[in-house]
């Protein structure tokens, strides 16, 4: 069964500091689909990025990056350089290519304080 | 224009009643979900659709009626409301899976749903 973990609950940062939000998933799919989501104190879903099972490579958007490692089946997102503007909670999510189900983590909300 | 929109964003009512929930997507998806988020931000799937057939149901309780007239909306009806109830549901949408084809999902912004 596919299960997403985030054991971070709670992240508390100063500006400026980088930080890294974990995610270890588990399937049995061999394809299988990664996103992350950032959901705002004005409780809209919004989409970073997803990561397709064979694409290993990691990625690079301005203060975002994300780790995947199959290896250690995570999917780590770092954000350089934090701002305020950054403070929402933020959600690992795994979708397996034999159904449409995405499954969520139980997020991690992150403070970041000015 | 909205890709995914949700009507209505807040909805308070008295337990017993039988409230409804629209959505509509603009994005040409075949798939679309309902999602409950509780108090404590766990988000949960209810529903999937794929081009208006029932895919997943996840053991909620037949109280909850998701309604798909085509593959651009997709309602949840809910009869005799519960205190329990209350919570955050977000539609969205998506191209389905396989083989590698899967899309991110995108969400509507909420309806915070209230009952008294």
């Known amino acids: 069964a596919q299960k997403v973990t985030q054991a971070q609950t709670e992240i508390s940062v100063v500006e400026k500091e980088d930080v890294t939000l974990d995610c270890v998933y588990e399937?049995?799919?061999?394809?299988?689909?990664l996103f992350w989501y950032k959901q705002p104190p004005s409780g809209e879903l919004v989409f970073l990025i997803r990561r397709n099972s064979f694409d290993e490579q990691n990625e690079i958007s301005g203060r975002y990056s994300w780790n995947f490692q199959k290896s250690t089946s995570s999917f780590n997102f770092t954000i350089t350089a934090s701002q305020v503007v950054d403070s929402a909670v933020y959600f690992c999510?795994?979708?397996?290519?034999?159904?449409?189900?995405?499954?969520f983590g139980k997020g991690t909300r992150l403070h970041i304080l000015p | 224009d909205t890709a995914v929109s949700q009507t209505p964003k807040y909805l308070v009512t008295q337990m017993g009643n039988d409230k409804s929930i629209k959505c509509e997507q603009n994005l040409g998806h075949d798939t679309m979900y309902w999602y409950k988020q509780d108090s404590k931000k766990f988000l949960k799937i209810m529903f999937s659709?794929?081009?208006?057939?029932?895919?997943i149901n996840e053991t909620v309780p037949n109280r909850f009626s998701p309604k798909s007239p085509d593959k651009a909306h997709l309602n949840l009806h809910i009869n005799s409301l519960e205190l329990g109830d209350s919570a955050v549901y977000f539609c969205?949408?998506?191209?389905?899976?396989?083989?590698?084809?899967?899309?991110?999902?995108?969400f509507g912004q909420g309806t915070r749903l209230t009952v008294v």
């Open positions: 999510a795994l979708s397996e290519d034999r159904d449409d189900k995405i499954i």
């Open positions: 969205a949408s998506s191209r389905p899976s396989g083989p590698a084809r899967a899309t991110e999902a995108f």
């Open positions: 659709y794929n081009n208006k057939e029932l895919i």
């Open positions: 399937t049995r799919d061999t394809t299988y689909y």
